[in-house]
């Protein structure tokens, strides 16, 4: 093994067009293999298999080996979905994928009113043959709209609903019995990041010691979430809170660990991406200025202290990478979800590794074109680049949609496909990853702000403004020295 990180080739693995309103992401993808847990994932071949959510096509799953379409499931045009598809796989005892679970929440769609949009969940089987299951899809209604859905989460299944303001809704299988937390930060919150982390021994080192003891003891997971609290006070005024939250599988319950604020000297500008290492309670953010900066999450020690803190240790600028504005004199546009649709995207790899994917400038240390699309590997210790893959995009992509606006309008969305631990409880040296890059020269949200879809829409003199999107998919390994 390299005693540097490196990159395989990314390889294209679909390519097609999607439709959405001027606020809903076109397109993202997610694993089949559970992430953040040893189970299973030495057993089968899920991570290469890709589940692929397309506005205004439905939900596909892809086999990364060869680009082929596997199952799909194909819904009306007025079906659209509010947040990426996710995959509950299940097991048989010689360790092959039996009939699992797809779960997904809906935008808009037949039957559905204005008043429930984002609340819907469907969810269907899959048995392993092309577009069978719909005929046995459940449907409920589950709360305030959602932002993001996480099956799998207890030893019994459990499905994870996070929802846009903050709250969180702990559902059977059968979506029938529920347990609902709301959010514990005041004021009006919106969610824009979270993480689900498996319990180790390691936490120890960064947390209350008897507090991981019980949630070793009693098969808990964890879920960090990153909410957005604008400022009473102040116009355009934004405060970040990350809120550390324990699920409890044999009880079925969701409990606060904590909550805290980031103080603003720490973000001057917004973070465009986000990831945390549960190895060593760090939390990574990236802001649209290219500053990265490292907190250490901590169990607060004085009366003082909130139950959790963050104590910032490393700030590093990654130069080149695009920013959300042109210039001075175009506002910030606020990224309402690092998941699945913003300029930047990352994900941790291990404690010591991030990937970054974004549009960069070919001229070092530049922030001006000419660009390229890039999918990057960096050393968190010593804040340098490792690694970097030029992800092959049209040439009118990269191009700004005039002048004065110059910036390619790309949105980013990273996916590891394998999980982080191998077998043995250790870090993977191999991570396979997805990497989703969107395309519009339509007036949208995530790249122009809701202000200008507003004036877009009443230019338009009409409600709902289409957008029209060319969307890629590709697929790489990267290859991580021994920590």
Request: some cysteine.
């Amino acid at each position: 093994m390299a005693d540097r990180a490196y990159i395989d080739e990314p390889e294209e693995l679909v390519e097609f067009t999607a439709s959405t309103s001027s606020s809903q992401l076109p397109a993202a993808v997610s694993s089949i293999d559970p992430l953040y847990s040893s189970t299973s994932s030495s057993l089968t071949s899920a991570s290469n298999q890709v589940l692929v959510t397309a506005q205004g096509e439905g939900v596909q799953i892809y086999s990364a080996t060869d680009s082929k379409c596997l199952r799909s499931w194909t819904f009306p045009p007025s079906v659209r979905f509010a947040c990426p598809a996710k995959y509950y796989a299940k097991y048989t005892d010689e360790g092959a994928i039996g009939d699992s679970l797809v779960y997904v929440a809906l935008d808009s769609g037949d039957g559905i009113s204005s008043k429930d949009s984002g609340t819907v969940v469907w969810r269907w089987t899959d048995r392993g043959i092309v577009s069978v299951g719909l005929e046995d899809k459940i449907e409920a209604k589950l709360g305030g709209s959602i932002f993001a859905l996480e099956p799998g989460v207890t030893s019994d299944g459990h499905l994870l609903v996070v929802h846009k303001d903050g709250a969180l809704t702990l559902a059977t299988q059968d979506l029938e019995k529920r347990h609902q937390l709301t959010c514990p930060v005041s004021g009006k919150s919106e969610v824009v990041w979270y993480q689900i982390i498996e319990v180790s021994q390691s936490m120890r080192l960064y947390l209350d010691s008897r507090q991981v003891t019980d949630w070793l003891d009693g098969g808990c997971r964890l879920a960090l979430v990153l909410t957005r609290v604008a400022d009473a006070d102040v116009d355009a005024e934004f405060t970040y809170h990350v809120s550390l939250f324990a699920i409890d599988g044999a009880e079925a319950s969701i409990v606060e660990v904590g909550s805290t604020h980031i103080k603003p000297t720490h973000l001057q500008t917004q973070p465009l991406a986000c990831a945390f290492d549960a190895d060593t309670g760090t939390v990574a953010m990236l802001t649209e200025a290219g500053v990265y900066t490292h907190f250490n999450l901590l169990t607060g020690v004085s009366a003082l202290d909130d139950a959790i803190i963050l104590e910032r240790t490393k700030e590093v600028v990654l130069r080149g990478f695009v920013p959300c504005v042109d210039d001075d004199t175009q506002g910030a546009v606020l990224a309402s979800n690092l998941l699945a649709q913003s300029q930047l995207t990352m994900t941790a790899l291990t404690e010591r590794y991030v990937a970054i994917a974004g549009t960069h400038s070919t001229v070092s240390h530049a922030s001006k074109g000419p660009y390229e699309s890039v999918l990057t590997i960096w050393d968190l210790q010593f804040g340098c680049l490792h690694a970097e893959k030029t992800l092959e995009l049209a040439s009118s992509w990269l191009q700004g949609a005039s002048k004065k606006h110059a910036l390619p309008r790309l949105t980013y969305q990273i996916q590891p496909l394998s999980s982080r631990l191998g077998a043995n409880g250790t870090a993977s040296e191999q991570i396979s990853l997805a990497i989703t890059v969107a395309h519009t020269t339509d007036t949208h949200a995530a790249l122009d702000g809701s202000a200008a879809v507003v004036r877009a829409q009443k230019s338009a003199k009409k409600k709902a403004t289409g957008v029209s999107w060319g969307v890629k998919v590709f697929v790489a390994s990267a290859f991580l020295p021994p920590v």
